[in-house]
T-cell receptor, first 115, second 109 residues
Framework: DADVTQTPRNRITKTGKRIMLECSQT?????MYWYRQDPGLGLRLIYY???????NKGEISDGYSVSRQAQAKFSLSLESAIPNQTALYFC??????????????FGEGSRLTVL | GQNIDQPTEMTATEGAIVQINCTYQ??????LFWYQQHAGEAPTFLSY??LDGLEEKGRFSSFLSRSKGYSYLLLKELQMKDSASYLC??????????WGAGTKLIIKP
């Protein structure tokens, strides 16, 4: 089983619908992230969380919200999806502790299409 | 602003050597990462440089010059499975990762 699991892996929805992407991890990491990836662009950070009570906006948080339900779970919601939110979404974890490089561990991605 | 530049696409021949360059301008520096991403898959960690010099790991090596804001990833003895995108990312002073758009590497027989 993957250490970082995302569901759903693929989703097609319509404009205006609410969508939730879920992420769970078994790595025991405190830090979790949501990124989106679009062709020709670098990964862009949507939200990140350094522990259960910590939520921070990233570079492109408008139109998104998150919930850190537990150390192992971090969900991303699109309250009212729009077509330009069509993208590949990645959840990632890291554990920046002494001696650690802060390497990110990614889930397999959730491909979202908004019609 | 913060910026990471790397070539959009490169082509190389199986068995050859290829060097993928990355230049960066960031607010502070806490390390540079290279990730490999096959089409439709998640990025996977390749290397991390925080001090100047060359880090070698099997067929892959990564070089860093902090004074020049420059890094390269060197892939030797290229194999068809090395066809992928290679992402350069820099950790800034806030320990946030700034990502380049990636270099798509095409390996030809």
């Amino acid at each position: 089983d993957a250490d970082v699991t995302q569901t759903p892996r693929n989703r097609i929805t319509k404009t205006g619908k609410r969508i939730m992407l879920e992420c769970s991890q078994t790595k025991g990491h405190d830090r979790m992230y949501w990124y989106r990836q679009d062709p020709g662009l670098g990964l862009r950070l949507i939200y990140y969380s350094f522990d259960v009570k910590d939520i921070n906006k990233g570079e492109i948080s408008d139109g998104y919200s998150v919930s850190r339900q537990a150390q192992a779970k971090f969900s991303l919601s699109l309250e009212s999806a729009i077509p330009n939110q069509t993208a590949l979404y990645f959840c990632a974890t890291s554990d920046l502790t002494s001696g650690d490089t802060g390497e990110l561990f990614f889930g397999e991605g959730s491909r979202l299409t908004v019609l | 602003g913060q910026n990471i530049d790397q070539p959009t696409e490169m082509t190389a021949t199986e068995g050859a050597i290829v060097q993928i360059n990355c230049t960066y301008q960031t607010s502070g520096f806490n390390g540079l990462f290279w990730y490999q991403q096959h089409a439709g898959e998640a990025p996977t960690f390749l290397s991390y440089n925080v001090l100047d010099g060359l880090e070698e790991k099997g067929r892959f090596s990564s070089f860093l010059s902090r004074s020049k804001g420059y890094s390269y990833l060197l892939l030797k003895e290229l194999q068809m499975k090395d066809s992928a995108s290679y992402l350069c990312a820099v950790m800034d002073s806030n320990y946030q990762l700034i990502w380049g758009a990636g270099t798509k590497l095409i390996i030809k027989p």
